[in-house]
């Protein structure tokens, strides 16, 4: 059996522990995962490169590499792309994986699913050690659910990032349950997934939590296996006796459906509404290319100044990763970034890769809400779950098909 460089495998363990690992030391471990990607890649004599996966993965930074062209305020424009470096250094390392390392990942995959929730676990943990030194149980449970939106967790993480990895933990945990073979293996997976769903279900963010439910259904649908029907079952089982039996939580859940009288949630649908207002009237101007990567958010700002004047001061974005792509590079951007991530998924259900598939449409209800994809913990993840669970798809040479079926995957997971 020949050598195989397992050094950006195990790297790669550690970038499922981001987590809990601050922001400036995620960033060098990218950089030292692409490193030891490419050495390895250098080192072996039979050199691989999947360029249809690199290049799907990479669409989205491309467009708005070529969007420096027509920006403006280049300044702005290079920062802006300084940030989305790991859309394109994250695929480029798994790009330069080997046959032998491919194979790595793909029987390896339960165990970096486990690092990441054991990740979020001990997040949770931490944050509720921090929580507890300045309030009491009795007070964070009857916290209004504005309470956690001012929160800063660990290394001043925002807690709605916290309900987005609660929601990917929650659909890793399903994954795990799915392919448990033991009965006490399925036990404890789905101890976790429901104590994890429970205290995203109380944090109550709309984003993670409709996208954590899409998620049970999809990946119900798409695989059609009893387990996971009775999961989905339970479920929101759960969901509909916490509404009914818990007040606070079902006053929660209800703020996520109604809008209110209060000032605070009138004053939430106002925020939303400027923007919006904003938004539409700029996609139309902003046509095929958009207005730059650099000049798209201070146009908005324009617009937000003219409508709400606080808005503008506070630098709000879109809130919906589709309509700031538009904004920034135009409809031809859209397209582009969203008939990658189709082909992509096409690609896994023709595999039968349902996580992957869930994963991507977990992301996108996301992007409804949010511009995770203009943060740089938000670009991370979406970069680092999308192309590894996008990979284990590709081969890497003709001689050696490895396009494995869902059903082989498990196999050679559960030897």
Not at 216 to 239: C, D, E, H, Q, V
Request: proline content about 2%; some cysteine; overall charge positive.
């Amino acid at each position: 059996m020949s050598y195989v460089d397992k050094s950006p495998m195990y790297g790669l363990f550690l970038l499922f522990a981001m987590p809990v690992i601050p922001h400036f030391v995620s960033s060098v471990l990218i950089f030292l995962f692409l490193a030891s990607s490419f050495v390895s890649y250098v080192k072996r004599k039979n050199k691989t490169f999947l360029t249809s996966f690199y290049f799907l993965s990479t669409t989205l930074f491309f467009v708005y590499l070529l969007s420096l062209t027509y920006s403006e305020n280049l300044e702005y424009a290079i920062k802006k792309i300084s940030t989305a470096l790991p859309l394109i250094a994250i695929p480029l390392a798994f790009s330069f994986f080997s046959t032998e390392q491919l194979n790595f990942c793909r029987t390896h995959l339960k165990d970096y699913l486990k690092t990441y929730i054991a990740a979020v676990g001990l997040l949770i943990g931490i944050s509720t050690v921090q929580l507890l030194a300045d309030h009491t149980l009795v007070e964070l449970f009857n916290a209004p659910r504005g309470f956690y939106h001012s929160l800063k967790l660990l290394y001043g993480m925002d807690s709605l990032y916290l309900s987005y990895h609660l929601s990917i933990a929650v659909l890793f945990a399903t994954y795990l349950f799915y392919i448990s073979k033991k009965f006490w293996k399925a036990i404890v997976a789905f101890i976790i997934l429901a104590s994890l769903f429970i205290i995203l279900l109380y944090l109550g963010f709309k984003a993670g939590l409709i996208a954590s439910i899409l998620s049970f259904g999809i990946i119900s649908i798409l695989t059609n296996k009893w387990k996971l029907w009775i999961l989905f079952a339970s479920m929101l089982t759960l969901l509909i006796a916490t509404i009914i039996f818990s007040p606070k939580i079902a006053d929660r859940f209800s703020e996520l459906l109604i809008v209110k009288n209060e000032a605070s949630i009138r004053n939430t649908s106002t925020v939303r509404s400027d923007v919006n207002q904003c938004t539409f009237l700029l996609l139309p101007e902003a046509g095929f290319i958009g207005y730059g990567i650099g000049d798209g958010k201070a146009e908005l700002q324009e617009c937000l100044s003219t409508v709400n004047k606080d808005l503008a001061n506070r630098s709000y974005n879109t809130h919906n990763q589709y309509f700031s792509i538009i904004v920034n590079v135009g409809f031809i951007g859209l397209t582009l970034f969203l008939g990658s991530l189709f082909i992509l998924s096409i690609i896994s259900l023709n595999v039968k890769n349902h996580l992957a598939i869930t994963l991507a449409i977990l992301f996108a209800v996301w992007m409804l809400a949010e511009n995770i994809l203009e943060r740089q913990g938000g670009i991370m993840y979406f970069s680092l779950f999308t192309s590894f669970l996008f990979v284990i798809n590709f081969k890497t040479t003709r001689k050696l098909p490895l396009l494995l079926s869902h059903e082989k995957i498990m196999e050679a997971i559960n030897k």
